[in-house]
């Protein structure tokens, strides 16, 4: 029983052995068969050429399927430039729009401003007269005219006058009076004679529109003009040259201004 029992583990392992070296043996059979039959595909002109056939038609099927993705983003991006050249052209029709209003506006706004002007041509604003209550500012302009300026006003001559602004709280503050003649010829001569009143604190301009006084100070605050003054509501100057010459200018604008 001892005998019989110690030989069995024996013979176990030599079949384990056996069975091993079997598969060992049908593992290198089947690698030998992989090997030929690999060969024997590869030495096989009519398979490479299916391999290659294969090969090329798949590659061929990738490249048209990145193509066509290619043309489509194309075609997208073509729109897209063409969307940015559609908005791009709006954009210069808008800019040429805003550019010829704002052209247009400058033509309307002069055009205002000199039928403004036209409108005042027969006024004058008269600054330095004492201001009393319940004053007779046509009495005034007439007592003016005869003391200072050597005019006799005949009676119908003034259309109206009025001081002009806010009345002034200050002891000694005078508004100036507006004074609107009936005819031009009569502010002419009024014009003419008030360099008489150099030297007396009273001074007599043209009637200007807001614009235009803005554009007289503005001429008058120039480095190169010495003198200004108005005639029938245009600006004059006195502008003083580089050589040492004098010369008279028309001031119509800013952009005369500027390239005095």
């Known amino acids: 029983m001892e005998s019989g029992a110690t030989r069995k583990p024996t013979q176990t392992r030599s079949q384990t052995k056996k069975a091993v070296g079997r598969e060992e043996s049908l593992a290198d059979s089947i690698d030998d068969i992989a090997t030929k039959v690999t ?35 194309d075609a997208k991006i073509f729109e897209l430039e063409k969307t940015i050249d559609e908005k791009d052209a709006r954009l210069r029709h808008i800019g040429t729009s805003v550019d010829d209003l704002q052209k247009a506006n400058i033509v309307h706004q002069t055009a205002f401003n000199n039928l403004e002007q036209y409108s005042r041509r027969n006024n004058i604003r008269i600054s330095g007269i004492p201001e009393v209550h319940d004053e007779d500012t046509d009495g005034l302009v007439k007592q003016l005219a005869a003391d200072k300026l050597d005019i006799t006003l005949p009676e119908g001559s003034i259309d109206r006058s009025h001081r002009v ?10 508004r100036p009076i507006l004074v609107k003649f009936v005819s031009s010829k009569t502010k002419v001569e009024v014009m003419k004679a008030k360099q008489k009143l150099k030297s ?7 009637d200007l529109t807001k614009d235009n006084l803005a554009l007289l100070k503005r001429t008058r605050d120039h480095v190169k003009v010495k003198n200004c003054w108005t005639i029938d509501g245009r600006i004059v100057a006195l502008v003083h040259e580089s050589e040492g010459m004098d ?7 800013d952009r005369t201004l500027a390239v005095l």
């Open 247 to 253: 010369r008279i200018a028309n001031i119509q604008s």
């Open 165 to 174: 602004g806010q009345r002034l709280r200050s002891p000694g503050g005078n």
């Open 39 to 73: 060969d024997k595909i590869i030495q096989d002109h009519s398979f490479r050429d299916f391999l290659r056939i294969t090969v090329s038609q798949a590659i061929a099927e990738k490249l048209d399927n990145l193509l066509d993705r290619t043309e489509q983003q």
């Open 200 to 206: 007396t604190g009273i001074v007599i301009r043209e």
